[in-house]
C-alpha cells in the first residue's frame, strides 16, 4: 500500500520553500533543494527559502517549530537523498529547460515507484517530461499549488498522456485528506483552469477601466466582498503577485493560445508595461498600484493615465452603498449588476465578458463546469465561479440581456435554453438528503454530481431536511444519524440572546430526539464572542441587572453545553474569539480546522471572559499566572496546533486539514463519544491559588503598569482577572466550585462593564476593529 513518509521538494523559491512548509505542517518530512551556494554553507539557499517561508506574514507554518522537519541541501551534494522520498515534488523557476535538466538528473537516483510531480503554472507537461521513458511518464504528473499553499485550498492535478491512474487517485486522494485541499483535474492545456480563467478575469476588469475610465480605487471598490471576492480585489491582488508577474503570465498565456479567440485580451496594457520599466512592481518594491508615503504610511494609489500618485481616495457609488445593507450576496450581486450607473455597467461588462470565456473553456480546459467553479472558489478565494455567478444573476436574464445587446450566444448555451434549462445547477434532493445536478454543455443534459464523501453543507441540509427549530441568531438541524447541528447565523456570529434561547432549546432535544450534538456553521467565523453592541448598549443605558441576567444566561448555557445529557462537539474554525472561545473550552470535544485562530481577547475591550473562561483556564492550568498571562496578554492562536500548544485545545481534541470536512468529521466524533458517554456533574473541588496566587498576579501586572507598558486601567483590569483566577482571594488550597468562579468572572465583569473607559474600548472596538489604550 502506497504511503508517503518523506517527499523531495525541488527548489527552495517562494513557490518551493512554501510547499515544503505546507507538508511540514501535514507532519511530513521534506528535503528541500537548490542550487549549491558559493561558500561555507552549500545549502544557503535552501536554507534562506525556509528563513524567508517563516518570516512571510501570514507565516507558511503552523508554528515554527515545524521548520525542524525540513531539510536543506542542494542539487550537487544531496541527490543520494532523493531514493528515499515516495514523493519528488519539483517548483523551479519556470524555465523549460532549466525544468528538464532538473528531472534528467533526479530520473537517474529516484526510487523506482516514486511520484514525480512538477508545480509548473503554464508549461505543458508534455513538454517538461518528452523523451523520458515509458517508467518516468507513468509516475509523472502536475500536481500545482496556489500559492500561499498553506492559505489556497487548490490544488490542481494534471495526469500526463501515460501517467498510472492508481498514483492519480492516489494523489487527489493524498491531497484531500492529508494536505487538506480541494483537488481539481485539470487538462494539460495552458495555464489549467484557474489561472487561465483568473487571467482573463484580470485582463477584462483591466480592459473595462480603461474603456470605461475608472480608477484604481473605483475597480477596487467594486471587485472585492462586494461581490464576493477577496479584500484584494483586482489591483491589490496584482500588487501582491507583483506586476512583473502578471505581465509575464499574461505574455506566456498570449503566446501559448494561437487559437483563443479572445486571445488579445491578454495582451498587457501599456501602462503596465511603463509601471514595469520604472521598477513599480507591487509590494516587494514598495510601490505598485499603490505605496505607503510618509511616517504613518498613508496609502496613495496611481492615477494609470497620468502615473502620479495621490491619497486614496473612497470610490462614490451612490447604488454600492445601497447594494451594502443586501446581506444576501445572489441578492446584493442582483441589485447591482441590474443597476444603470457606473457601478452597474462596470460589473455587468466585467462579468459578461467572463461568463462568455468561460463557456467556451468547456470542452477545451475541462469537460464540465463543475471544476472550472471550484478552481475559482479553491484557488482565488471567489465565494463563487463563474457559472454559479451566472445562476445567481438568473441564467435567463443573462441570456436575455446579452441577445438585447445583440451579442451571439455561444452554441452550448443556446443549446441548454432549447432544453428548456433554467440554471447551470439545480437541487435534485431525494429521501431528505441533497443532492446537486450540473447541466453538461457537452450533452445537453443534467448529470447528477457526484456525491463527495465526508462533506457535509449545511445550507444543503436546510434546503433537503428543513430546520427542526430556528431564530434570527441560530438554526437546529437534523444533519442524519441521530445529529443535532447547532448553527450560529447572526453577524459575524455574534452571540446574543437569539443564539443563547437556541442553546437550551438544543440541550432540551438533545435526550429526546438525538445522540450526539454539533456546534458548526459556514460563516467568516465559528464566532467573534459576544453581542458588543447590545452590550454597549445597556451598558451605557445603565441597564445592569437586565444585563446581568444575560451574562448569567450566557453563563448557564455554557455549563448546559458542558454537562450536556448527550456529547457536544464544537467544530471551530477561523476566528474563535471570546464568547466563541469559551464555547469551544466547554465543549466534551473540538474537531478543529487546521485554520483555527481562538483566544479570550475581552481585555482588548477593557473586560474580562464572564462565561466560563476564566473558570476554563483555572482548570487547565495548575499555575494561574499561566492563565492570567494568556488572558491579560489576549493572546490569539495563529493556527490550530499553537492553539493547542496555548492550551485552548487539549491532547485530546483533533485537528483536520481539510476544512470542507471540518462538519463531516465532527459528526463522526461525536458519534463515537455517543457509544460510551456519560454525563458528568460540575465541579465543587476546584484547588484555588488564594491570596498567594492574587499577590503574584498582581505585582506582575503593577510590574508592566510602573514599566509603562500598560496604563492605569489595564492595571484595574488585571486586578479583577487575578481576584478570579486566585478564587476570590481565599486561602490557598481552598476548594471552589465552578459556579463560585462564575460568579466571581459576573461580578468582575458587570463592575468593568459600568467603567467609563471600559466603554470607549469598546465603542472604539466597534468603529474601528482595532483596541483603543486609553
Not at 730 to 759: H, I, P, W, Y
Request: hydrophobic share 45%; aromatic share 8%; with cysteine.
Amino acid at each position: 500500500m502506497r504511503s508517503i513518509q518523506r517527499v523531495a521538494v525541488l527548489g527552495s523559491g517562494t513557490m518551493g520553500s512554501r510547499i515544503a512548509a505546507h507538508f511540514s505542517n501535514a507532519g511530513i518530512p521534506v528535503i528541500l533543494l537548490d542550487l549549491a551556494a558559493d561558500g561555507p554553507d552549500r545549502n544557503a539557499l535552501a536554507r534562506k527559502g525556509i528563513e524567508n517561508a517563516l518570516k512571510q506574514k501570514p507565516t507558511a507554518f503552523f508554528v515554527p517549530q515545524n521548520t525542524r522537519l525540513i531539510q536543506a541541501g542542494n542539487f550537487e551534494d544531496d541527490l543520494q537523498l532523493i531514493p528515499s522520498c515516495q514523493w519528488v515534488i519539483e517548483a523551479v523557476t519556470e524555465n523549460l529547460d532549466i525544468k528538464r535538466a532538473i528531472w534528467s538528473k533526479v530520473d537517474e537516483c529516484r526510487a523506482p515507484d516514486a511520484i514525480l510531480s512538477t508545480n509548473t503554472s503554464g508549461i505543458p507537461l508534455a513538454q517538461i517530461s518528452r523523451d523520458f521513458d515509458d517508467g518516468f511518464q507513468r509516475q509523472f504528473l502536475g500536481a500545482h499549488f496556489f500559492n500561499p499553499p498553506r492559505y489556497l485550498h487548490l490544488l490542481e492535478v494534471i495526469p500526463g498522456a501515460q501517467t498510472d491512474p492508481g498514483i492519480l487517485r492516489f494523489v487527489t486522494e493524498f491531497g484531500e485528506n492529508a494536505l487538506g485541499k480541494g483537488v481539481v483535474l485539470c487538462k494539460d492545456t495552458p495555464n489549467f483552469i484557474a489561472n487561465r480563467i483568473g487571467s482573463f478575469f484580470g485582463s477584462a476588469v483591466v480592459r473595462t477601466m480603461m474603456e470605461g475610465n475608472y480608477t484604481i480605487e473605483e475597480v477596487d471598490a467594486l471587485t472585492g466582498p462586494l461581490i464576493g471576492l477577496p479584500k484584494s480585489a483586482s489591483f491589490r491582488l496584482f500588487d501582491i503577485i507583483g506586476l512583473d508577474v502578471w505581465a509575464f503570465v499574461a505574455k506566456n498565456l498570449y503566446e501559448a493560445v494561437p487559437g483563443d479567440p479572445w486571445r488579445e485580451w491578454f495582451v498587457p496594457p501599456p501602462f503596465l508595461q511603463t509601471m514595469i520599466e520604472q521598477g513599480w512592481i507591487g509590494e516587494k518594491r514598495g510601490q505598485g498600484f499603490y505605496k505607503r508615503v510618509g511616517p504613518d504610511k498613508q496609502i496613495h494609489a496611481i492615477d494609470w493615465k497620468t502615473f502620479a500618485y495621490h491619497p486614496v481616495r473612497k470610490a462614490s457609488f451612490e447604488s454600492v452603498e445601497v447594494a451594502r445593507t443586501i446581506p444576501a450576496l445572489d441578492e446584493r450581486i442582483r441589485k447591482l449588476v441590474a443597476g444603470t450607473d457606473r457601478a452597474g455597467s462596470f460589473l455587468w461588462k466585467v462579468l459578461k465578458s467572463v461568463f462568455l470565456y468561460s463557456t467556451e473553456m468547456v470542452g477545451e480546459i475541462s469537460d464540465r463546469i463543475v471544476e472550472i467553479d471550484r478552481a475559482m472558489r479553491w484557488g482565488y478565494g471567489h465565494k463563487l465561479g463563474p457559472f454559479e455567478f451566472w445562476d445567481a444573476l438568473g441564467f435567463n436574464d443573462v441570456a436575455e440581456r446579452m441577445l438585447a445587446e445583440e451579442t451571439t450566444l455561444p452554441e452550448s448555451i443556446q443549446r441548454m435554453r432549447a432544453e428548456g434549462a433554467r440554471s447551470f445547477y439545480r437541487p435534485a434532493d431525494r429521501l431528505d438528503f441533497p443532492h446537486t445536478e450540473y447541466f453538461d454543455l457537452a450533452r445537453s443534459v443534467y448529470q447528477p454530481l457526484e456525491a463527495r464523501p465526508g462533506v457535509i453543507v449545511l445550507g444543503d441540509m436546510k434546503r433537503a431536511r428543513g430546520v427542526v427549530e430556528k431564530n434570527a441568531g441560530a438554526s437546529l438541524i437534523d444533519i442524519g444519524n441521530g445529529v443535532l447541528c447547532l448553527e450560529f447565523h447572526s453577524k459575524m456570529n455574534a452571540i446574543g440572546e437569539d443564539a443563547l434561547r437556541m442553546i437550551d432549546k438544543a440541550i432540551q432535544l438533545l435526550p429526546e430526539r438525538f445522540d450526539a450534538m454539533v456546534i458548526a456553521n459556514e460563516g467568516e467565523n465559528f464566532s467573534v464572542g459576544a453581542n458588543l453592541v447590545l452590550l454597549l448598549t445597556a451598558a451605557q443605558a445603565g441597564e445592569f441587572d437586565e444585563l446581568e441576567q444575560t451574562i448569567d444566561h450566557f453563563q448557564q448555557c455554557m455549563l448546559r453545553i458542558k454537562y450536556a445529557p448527550r456529547p457536544v462537539v464544537a467544530a471551530v474554525f477561523s476566528r474563535a474569539l471570546g464568547g466563541g472561545c469559551e464555547i469551544v473550552l466547554q465543549s466534551h470535544a473540538v474537531q478543529a480546522s487546521a485554520e483555527t485562530y481562538i483566544g479570550l481577547v475581552e481585555v482588548g475591550v477593557g473586560l474580562i471572559p464572564a462565561a466560563g473562561g476564566c473558570k476554563e483556564m483555572t482548570l487547565r492550568f495548575d499555575d494561574s499566572m499561566k492563565a492570567f498571562e494568556l488572558i491579560g496578554q489576549a493572546k490569539v492562536s495563529g493556527s490550530a496546533v499553537e492553539a493547542r500548544q496555548l492550551g485552548f485545545l487539549r491532547a485530546t481534541d483533533r485537528i483536520g486539514m481539510n476544512p470542507e470536512l471540518l462538519i463531516g468529521d465532527a459528526k463522526e466524533l461525536a458519534l463515537q463519544l455517543a457509544r460510551t458517554y456519560r454525563p458528568g456533574f460540575p465541579r465543587t473541588d476546584i484547588p484555588a491559588g488564594g491570596d498567594a496566587a492574587y499577590a503574584k498576579m498582581r505585582l506582575a501586572a503593577w510590574s508592566l503598569r510602573e514599566s509603562g507598558m500598560i496604563g492605569d486601567h489595564d492595571f484595574t483590569i488585571g486586578e479583577k482577572l487575578a481576584f478570579v483566577l486566585s478564587g476570590g482571594r481565599v486561602t490557598s488550597g481552598a476548594q471552589v466550585s465552578e459556579q463560585n468562579l462564575l460568579d466571581l468572572e459576573r461580578e468582575a465583569f458587570l463592575s468593568l462593564c459600568g467603567m467609563s473607559k471600559t466603554q470607549e474600548r469598546i465603542q472604539y472596538m466597534l468603529k474601528t476593529g482595532k483596541p483603543l489604550r486609553n
